[in-house]
T-cell receptor, first 115, second 112 residues
Framework: DTGVSQNPRHKITKRGQNVTFRCDPI?????LYWYRQTLGQGPEFLTY????????KSRLLSDRFSAERPKGSFSTLEIQRTEQGDSAMYLC?????????????FGSGTQLSVL | SQQGEEDPQALSIQEGENATMNCSYK?????LQWYRQNSGRGLVHLIL?????REKHSGRLRVTLDTSKKSSSLLITASRAADTASYFC????????????FGKGTTLSVSS
């Protein structure tokens, strides 16, 4: 069990650029989640997968955000045409479960700064 | 959207004292979970309590759940400086297909 791995740890980009983050979950976990967190706030749900199927996407998520989980393994989160309001910590988590959300294992996050 | 609301937002205590944090939520749940986050790091799972349970213990942690009041509390006994962190409750709503939703958290400071 090597834990949930996120890359990169930090990303600085200019407004209008596209960025992509990667998450490698714990290998036997079938569920993978993306959350966003700003300073002083709790994690805000973005989207989650069960195996390769994207089961839910937050209504707050604009069309500039897209996530994939090919073959039910690692996942990528892409933000197109970044805006300063996208600056946040992007957290990935994984778990093993069916229809109920069990204990989540979080990665250390990717800190995005949009200049 | 955030279903859980923690109270207080911030708590400062001395080492050895007990710390109590509360969480209120809005909809029926399958389970409620508590997580801890040290500054700038990912979250770490502390304890999960299911809707048919009323109390659960893990080491110095005690969690209670009152589904009639839609509330939970986390008690940390004999706190240590190393307990300084933010604590979040998260709810698994009974509505099918929803992800775990987190509250805004309680920031705990334990001074020696």
């Amino acid at each position: 069990d090597t834990g949930v791995s996120q890359n990169p740890r930090h990303k600085i980009t200019k407004r209008g650029q596209n960025v992509t983050f990667r998450c490698d979950p714990i290998s036997e976990h079938n569920r993978l989640y993306w959350y966003r967190q700003t300073l002083g706030q709790g994690p805000e749900f973005l989207t989650y997968f069960q195996n390769e199927a994207q089961l839910e996407k937050s209504r707050l998520l604009s069309d500039r955000f897209s996530a994939e989980r090919p073959k039910g393994s690692f996942s990528t989160l892409e933000i197109q045409r970044t805006e300063q309001g996208d600056s946040a910590m992007y957290l990935c988590a994984s778990s093993f479960g069916g229809t109920i959300n069990e204990k989540l294992f979080f990665g250390s996050g990717t800190q995005l700064s949009v200049l | 959207s955030q279903q859980g609301e923690e109270d207080p937002q911030a708590l400062s205590i001395q080492e050895g004292e007990n710390a109590t944090m509360n969480c209120s939520y809005k909809t029926s749940i399958n389970n409620l979970q508590w997580y801890r986050q040290n500054s700038g790091r990912g979250l770490v799972h502390l304890i999960l309590i299911r809707s048919n349970e009323r109390e659960k213990h893990s080491g110095r942690l005690r969690v209670t759940l009152d589904t009639s009041k839609k509330s939970s509390s986390l008690l940390i006994t004999a706190s240590r400086a190393a307990d300084t962190a933010s604590y979040f409750c998260a709810t698994d709503a009974r509505q099918a297909g929803t992800a775990l939703i987190f509250g805004k958290g309680t920031t705990l400071s334990v001074s020696s």
